[in-house]
């Protein structure tokens, strides 16, 4: 009897610890349950976006509204560099090989057209002075032989043939001392101090423009051979810019329209210009051309030849999206507006959308969103900066 009473007893705990179990297990597992359920629900509330209510953007000033349409000046993107013409770029080359005895300028300094930069030493411009001197002695006498001949002609005593001979030797002798007195002059000699006896065995090299001293890319005592180029000069003051307009936007492209710039690695200076000239063929298989815009540098601000620069071609008026100035924000090197998701019992939600932005005239900015929106869509046109403030900061939390 009382081990009967006593395996009854052991039955009723083993079953009773079996219920307490299954009873845990399913307790757990429907709290389990319950935590799942909740996490998508905060995962979706955190990607819909911002939530305020109609208190809280009254109190900051945010003011929703439909994009608006625009008559605004519409623009063509282009990128390209800054550049100077060929005539306000000059090598300063030698015409004849020597040795570097003094370079009279820097780098970076400024010079007047027809200064003294640096002198050659030459041993053979000796020789062509002497030969000029002896040429300039020799024609004395040919000139009084035909002085004399011309005359016995004149008077019908002469021989012709001897006049044809002093005639022909004249104009030799005068041609030579001509190239002589030219190829000194081109080396920047006067012939007039070399009759007087004062013979130079260096000749200067002198700048064949006004402007600013490059680089220098020859040192003093060295030998340069004739057509060497010792060192440039860049006059900046007729500095253009030269932009790459591609073929789907060139028929937009007329000379006299305005161009506003922006130096690309120079903090975003804006600088204002006007096209002056189209080219007409392709830059190698880029469908790419040309297009020059002179540049109203009235600010005189430091212009490099090689800066690049972001440009936008105004091509006239066209009625386009635009929202106020205000609702555009920047981050990360993109810009953004915040589109109204929904407004449900005075609360609104707002999606942060990409965008790209145009020209900005009278206080409104032309945008193009990158994705496709609805057409009754509604933005924040005052307060975007509080938005992103608070975008941010939930993103730090996340």
């Known amino acids: 009897m009382n081990i009967q009473k006593y395996k009854l007893i052991t039955a009723a705990f083993l079953i009773g610890l079996a219920f307490a179990s299954c009873s845990g297990d399913s307790g757990?597992?429907?709290?389990?349950?319950?935590?799942?359920?909740?996490?998508?629900?905060?995962?979706?509330?955190?990607?819909d976006g911002l939530e305020l209510t109609a208190e809280q953007m009254q109190t900051v000033g945010i003011v929703t509204g439909p994009i608006a349409q625009k008559?605004?000046?519409?623009?063509?993107?282009?990128?390209?560099?800054?550049?100077?013409?060929?005539?306000?770029?000059?090598?300063?080359?030698?015409?004849?090989?020597?040795?570097?005895?003094?370079?009279s300028v820097i780098e970076g300094q400024q010079v007047k057209r027809g200064q003294l930069l640096a002198t050659i030493k030459n041993q053979d411009l000796i020789k062509i002075q002497q030969d000029y001197l002896a040429?300039?002695?020799?024609?004395?006498?040919?000139?009084?032989?035909?002085?004399?001949?011309?005359?016995?002609?004149?008077?019908?005593?002469?021989?012709?043939?001897?006049f044809q001979s002093s005639e022909a030797t004249y104009h030799a002798e005068r041609s030579r001392i001509t190239a002589y007195e030219s190829q000194l002059s081109q080396l920047g000699i006067s012939p007039g101090k070399i009759t007087?006896?004062?013979?130079?065995?260096?000749?200067?090299?002198?700048?064949?423009?006004?402007?600013?001293?490059?680089q220098i890319t020859a040192n003093t005592g060295a030998f340069v051979q004739p057509g060497t180029s010792i060192m440039e000069v860049v006059d900046n003051s007729k500095i253009h810019c030269d932009l790459t307009v591609f073929e789907k936007d060139l028929m937009h492209v007329k000379v006299g329209q305005k161009v506003s710039f922006q130096l690309t690695n120079q903090e975003n200076q804006q600088i204002t210009g006007t096209i002056n000239g189209i080219n007409k063929s392709f830059e190698n298989e880029s469908k790419g051309v040309t297009v020059h815009a002179v540049i109203n540098n009235k600010e005189q601000k430091n212009l490099i030849p090689g800066m690049y620069v972001t440009a936008l071609i105004s091509t006239g008026s066209r009625l386009t999206?635009?929202?106020?100035?205000?609702?555009?924000?920047?981050?990360?090197?993109?810009?953004?507006?915040?589109?109204?998701?929904?407004?449900?019992?005075?609360?609104?939600?707002?999606?942060?959308?990409?965008?790209?932005?145009?020209?900005?005239?009278?206080?409104?900015?032309?945008?193009?969103?990158?994705?496709?929106?609805?057409?009754?869509?509604?933005?924040?046109?005052?307060?975007?900066?509080?938005?992103?403030?608070?975008?941010?900061?939930?993103?730090?939390?996340?």
Not at 78 to 98: C, E, F, R, T, W
Not at 143 to 161: C, D, P
Not at 336 to 346: D, G, H, I, R, W
Not at 382 to 398: N, P
């Open 28 to 47: 757990k597992k429907e709290t389990d349950s319950k935590e799942n359920a909740g996490a998508p629900e905060t995962a979706k509330k955190k990607a």
């Open 71 to 103: 008559n605004l000046d519409s623009v063509i993107k282009a990128n390209g560099q800054l550049a100077v013409p060929p005539q306000n770029k000059a090598d300063v080359s030698i015409l004849s090989g020597g040795i570097i005895n003094h370079i």
């Open 135 to 162: 040429a300039k002695n020799n024609f004395t006498y040919v000139q009084a032989e035909y002085n004399r001949q011309k005359q016995l002609q004149e008077a019908g005593a002469g021989t012709g043939k001897s």
């Open 196 to 214: 007087d006896g004062n013979i130079v065995s260096q000749f200067p090299v002198l700048s064949p423009i006004g402007g600013t001293v490059g």
């Open 321 to 398: 999206s635009a929202v106020p100035v205000d609702a555009v924000v920047r981050s990360e090197g993109k810009q953004f507006v915040f589109m109204v998701l929904s407004e449900k019992a005075n609360v609104f939600r707002f999606k942060k959308v990409e965008v790209s932005t145009g020209v900005t005239e009278l206080g409104f900015i032309q945008i193009k969103p990158l994705e496709e929106l609805p057409s009754s869509v509604k933005v924040a046109l005052k307060g975007a900066f509080y938005l992103q403030s608070k975008a941010a900061g939930g993103a730090e939390e996340e």
